[in-house]
């Protein structure tokens, strides 16, 4: 049964509804549909939750969907021209602070034509350097035992952690 809405003569109401109708079509690409989307919230003020129901998906998905619009444009155009698909986008935004390995992803999947799968092993490998990287940062105890040994030694001191020790 298909639902009437009386819009009258209200343009706002009008755009909004032509907007929603243009995210529901079949055709549109996954960049498109997140412009929508990005539209609806900044022209109508709508939440995700508001969104999404209106086109009959859930938050999460319209939320997902607008992260896509954080990736670089060259990423954006492969979406656009499916060169990549959408479900490498997930690693590809794993790695949005790290521009440089973002961007090596990126040309692994499109000329070695990497799977989703691999995309993902490959970002989280990568996320997971970087957390370990972390951990080996000196502590505010390991530099202040730097600097008795220094005085203590009469010469500057570096201690580096390590994985095994330091």
Same mark, same amino acid.
């Given at each position: 049964?298909?639902?009437?809405?009386?819009?009258?003569?209200?343009?706002?109401?009008?755009?909004?509804?032509?907007?929603?109708?243009?995210?529901?079509?079949?055709?549109?690409?996954?960049?498109?549909?997140?412009?929508?989307?990005?539209?609806?919230?900044?022209?109508?003020?709508?939440?995700?939750?508001?969104?999404?129901?209106?086109? *009959? &998906?859930?938050? $999460?998905?319209?939320?997902?969907? !607008?992260?896509? #619009? /954080?990736?670089?444009? =060259?990423?954006?155009?492969? @979406?656009?021209? *499916? &060169?990549?698909? $959408?479900?490498?986008?997930?690693? !590809?935004?794993? #790695? /949005?602070?790290?521009? =440089?390995?973002?961007?090596? @992803?990126?040309?692994?999947?499109?000329?070695?034509?990497?799977?989703?799968?691999?995309?993902?092993?490959?970002?989280?490998?990568?996320?997971?350097?970087?957390?370990?990287?972390?951990?080996?940062?000196?502590?505010?105890?390991?530099?202040?035992?730097?600097?008795?040994?220094?005085?203590?030694?009469?010469?500057?001191?570096?201690?580096?952690?390590?994985?095994?020790?330091?």
């Amino acid at each position: 049964v298909p639902v009437i809405i009386r819009v009258g003569d209200d343009p706002m109401m009008k755009l909004e509804l032509a907007l929603i109708e243009n995210v529901q079509r079949e055709d549109l690409n996954p960049v498109e549909r997140a412009r929508s989307f990005a539209r609806l919230v900044e022209e109508f003020k709508l939440t995700h939750t508001q969104i999404g129901q209106k086109v *009959g &998906k859930s938050r $999460e998905y319209v939320s997902n969907s !607008l992260r896509l #619009l /954080a990736m670089p444009q =060259e990423l954006l155009d492969a @979406l656009s021209a *499916g &060169k990549i698909n $959408e479900g490498h986008t997930r690693p !590809l935004l794993m #790695l /949005a602070t790290r521009p =440089e390995e973002q961007m090596t @992803l990126f040309k692994e999947i499109m000329y070695r034509k990497i799977s989703v799968r691999e995309a993902e092993r490959i970002a989280r490998r990568i996320a997971v350097e970087k957390s370990r990287k972390k951990e080996l940062l000196p502590t505010p105890e390991l530099m202040e035992i730097e600097k008795h040994l220094g005085e203590k030694l009469g010469t500057r001191v570096h201690i580096q952690k390590s994985e095994v020790g330091g």
